[in-house]
């Protein structure tokens, strides 16, 4: 490791009537990775997850929220409608909207999981790194049951679609996944604006 002096600059502090002086330093140091030709090089395509967007990925693709929001909305508010009415023929429709409703949304999140795949082909990948499932209620406000759902459902056709190409899929920890720049690794708050 070489270390050798940038700059140095003179400092008073007035709380205790001293003087003292900032050194700045920069190290170079030579790489403890070994580059024998067997380190396995991965390139990898990371999916983030959330509301307002279903899915982003490192590249910088996008999949709104909006549409499967909207719809459960919708269905939720039919729902409650039929509710009210009360009679046997309002209970048997609302049974037969879960259906629509779970129809409707695994064939979005299967267009979308196709994308995801697609993006991961095209960018030459060799793995998806998705946000870890656990805890999604908790952890986006604003997230219900049905978004943990999505969220599983999601990954799942990821990972059986990412297969078939013969790219490996992982998931993990979300921790400041959203804040971390893709290119240099740093993490700040105003990498990302406060949403879901």
Not at 29 to 57: F, M, R
């Amino acid at each position: 490791m070489v270390i050798s002096i940038t700059g140095a600059t003179p400092q008073y502090r007035e709380t205790t009537d001293t003087f003292f002086i900032n050194i700045g330093t920069k190290a170079e140091l030579e790489s403890e990775i070994p580059n024998d030709g067997d380190a396995e090089h991965n390139t990898v395509l990371g999916v983030d997850l959330g509301i307002k967007q279903t899915a982003v990925t490192s590249t910088g693709r996008f999949w709104s929220g909006d549409y499967l929001n909207h719809r459960r909305r919708e269905y939720e508010r039919v729902r409650g409608e039929l509710y009210r009415v009360g009679t046997e023929s309002a209970h048997r429709t609302i049974e037969q909207m879960g259906d629509w409703e779970t129809r409707c949304v695994e064939e979005y999140l299967h267009r979308i999981s196709k994308a995801i795949v697609q993006e991961a082909v095209g960018h030459n990948c060799d793995e998806i790194a998705s946000e870890e499932l656990t805890d999604t209620r908790e952890r986006l406000p604003g997230a219900k049951q049905f978004h943990a759902w999505a969220f599983r459902r999601l990954y799942d056709y990821v990972t059986y679609k990412a297969d078939m190409e013969g790219i490996d899929t992982t998931q993990v920890d979300p921790a400041h996944t959203s804040k971390r720049c893709s290119k240099c690794g740093t993490t700040l708050d105003e990498n990302r604006p406060s949403q879901a």
